[in-house]
Every structure is written in C-alpha cells, then in structure tokens.
C-alpha cells in the first residue's frame, strides 16, 4: 500500500473538449481502487470502469490465496502432496514471479505465505524473537520449491505447509490486465491505481502527460518530485506506517525471507517501469536488497528506475532517474 504517490490532473468536463474524464473510487482486493479514464462522453467512460471493475473480480478470482476457491488456494492445498492444474494466466504469472525471485536473489519470493508471522507491527511486540524462532519462521519458504509443468500448465510444492501468495505482484498483474483490457475496448487513455500501484495510458485531455507527485514519508505533506508517466507505471513500497523499533534499530514489515528479518536502512522505494506488476514485484525486491544492491541491479534493467528514501531522509535515484530535472523543492 502507498500513501506517497499523489496523482496530479485535471478533471476536466467537456466544454472546450470534445470528450471527457471521468474518475470513479471504490474498495477492491482489500484497497483502495481509483480508475480515470478519457472517453467520449459520462456513460461511455462508465462503461469502461464497469468493465475494469469485473475484471478485478475475475483475477481475483483466480490468484487469490485468501478466497478458498481459487486455483492457487487449489495449490497451496495440495503442497507436499500433488501438481494442480492452473488456468494459463496463473501459471504464466507465478513463472514470471519466479524469474522476478532469479533476479532479485529470492528477496521478492511468493512463497513468503509459507512465512510463520512471528513479527508483530501492530505495538504488540516488546522484544525480539530468538534466533532460532526466525529461523524456524523462514523454514518452508522458498522459491526454488514450487514445480512448473508447462506441459499441462500445472504447478507443484514440493513441501508440504508451502504457500504461494501473490499480494507482492498481484496487484501490479491486475493494474495490468484492466489497461489491455480498455485499450482493446477502444479507450483511449487512462489510469488505473490500486493502492499505489499505477499504470498510465494515453493523456490527458489538454494533451498533457499524466503527472505523479512522491512525497517523502519523512515530510508527508510535502512533494518532493513530480514525474510524467506516458504508457508507463509506478509502485512503491514502504515502510512509514507498520514497523518496529529494537536497540535503535527500525526493522520493516517487508521480511526478508531468506533470512527471516524484516528488511532495514530504507523507508520508501519507488520504482518506475514499462508494467506495474514489475514495478510492484521490483519494489519489494529491492527494498529487501538495499540501496547499493537495489540500484546496481536496477541500473542493469533497460526501462526501469527506481528512488530510494533512506531512514535518515537521503533520497537516492537510479542513474536514469534526474531529481534535480523533476524536483518540486
């Protein structure tokens, strides 16, 4: 979830245009869901959103790993015990996912559900847990223990009490699937943000690209960068609201699962990308990576940048990235 990302645009009727944007507002998967879209006229664009809001149920419908009729549920009860047969969409998704887990070191992982949740971020927590019990946390988590067949499309943990959950990059696959979908449909621009995870299209009606403002965690009120996106997407991952504090340590909700501690030194990290489900899959990885790794390997990745807010307030920008270009302070 991302509260510093403030899309920036103009709602503007259709005096002097000949067509409209039109914003609509509601709860889905859990999150905020916010769709604009330019259309010519009031009822066409809530044909659009009417369209992009079925598909949300239909992908949630098949990625879930909370609603217990779903094929990864299907999977997640079969661990240790048999290869499930998925819909192409899932699997090519958990094989994209696991290619993200190759890059990343296994510090994006979806196997993370397999976690046992000993870290508590809601104040309850007065000590840190024993080594052995972080230990122990990590014990079935793993990427390298889920079994792809792309044969019959089917998917394999090899352990059993595995989880696959999807929540690092289902979003980002979602915000994904509504763009394609609408662009098919004939709309000609939009935006599509769930919770923080943001993919563009398109313009705005005076021609304009579409603009995202990033405000620093450390100074909430406060934009300190205005980026335009064009056919692109932006997700960050964060961690100002839920974390701990030990010895004078701040350890994040964002676990590292190969190890077991929550991820520290970093607040917030950005990452602009072509798809929102790699930028929703990148951000996390490289949250848990660190500034130096993180950017080193985003510098490698030809379309993605990524920005950095350390816990000390320093904001550090991959090499493709020129704050002082975009900076609004």
Not at 59 to 79: G, M, Q
Not at 266 to 291: N, P
Request: proline share 4%; aromatic share 8%.
């Amino acid at each position: 979830m991302n509260i510093k990302l403030l899309l920036l645009f103009v709602l503007t009727s259709s005096l002097g245009f000949s067509q409209v944007t039109h914003k609509r507002e509601l709860t889905m998967l859990g999150s905020p869901f916010e769709m604009i879209v330019v259309a010519d006229d009031i009822p066409q664009a809530d044909v659009y959103i009417d369209l992009a809001v079925a598909e949300v149920s239909r992908l949630e419908n098949l990625i879930s790993d909370w609603i217990p009729t779903t094929p990864i549920s299907e999977v997640n009860r079969n661990a240790g015990v048999k290869a499930v047969i998925v819909p192409q969409e899932v699997f090519d998704l958990v094989q994209r996912s696991i290619t993200v887990s190759k890059l990343t070191s296994g510090a994006f992982d979806i196997t993370y559900a397999s976690l046992d949740k000993i870290w508590k971020f809601d104040g309850s927590m007065k000590k840190m847990p024993s080594e052995e019990e972080i230990r122990n946390s990590v014990a079935k988590v793993g990427y390298q223990n889920i079994v792809l067949n792309p044969k019959d499309h089917s998917i394999f943990l090899k352990n059993e009490g595995m989880k696959l959950g999807l929540g690092g990059i289902g979003q980002g696959f979602i915000a994904d699937k509504i763009k394609a979908l609408l662009i098919a449909k004939g709309a000609p621009a939009g935006i599509v943000n769930i919770s923080g995870d943001i993919n563009t299209w398109g313009k705005q009606l005076d021609g304009k690209q579409w603009k995202v403002g990033i405000k620093n965690p450390l100074n909430k009120d406060k934009i300190f960068a205005t980026f335009p996106l064009e056919n692109s997407a932006v997700e960050t991952s964060g961690s100002y609201e839920k974390y701990v504090t030990f010895n004078g340590v701040r350890y994040s909700h964002i676990i590292d699962t190969r190890t077991g501690y929550p991820a520290s030194g970093v607040i917030s990290v950005s990452v602009f990308a072509t798809s929102t489900e790699l930028a929703d899959a990148l951000a996390t990885g490289i949250f848990v990576l660190g500034v130096d790794i993180g950017i080193d390997l985003i510098d490698q990745l030809p379309g993605v940048g990524c920005i950095y807010v350390e816990n000390n307030g320093k904001i550090t920008a991959s090499k493709n990235i020129d704050l002082k270009k975009y900076s609004d302070e």
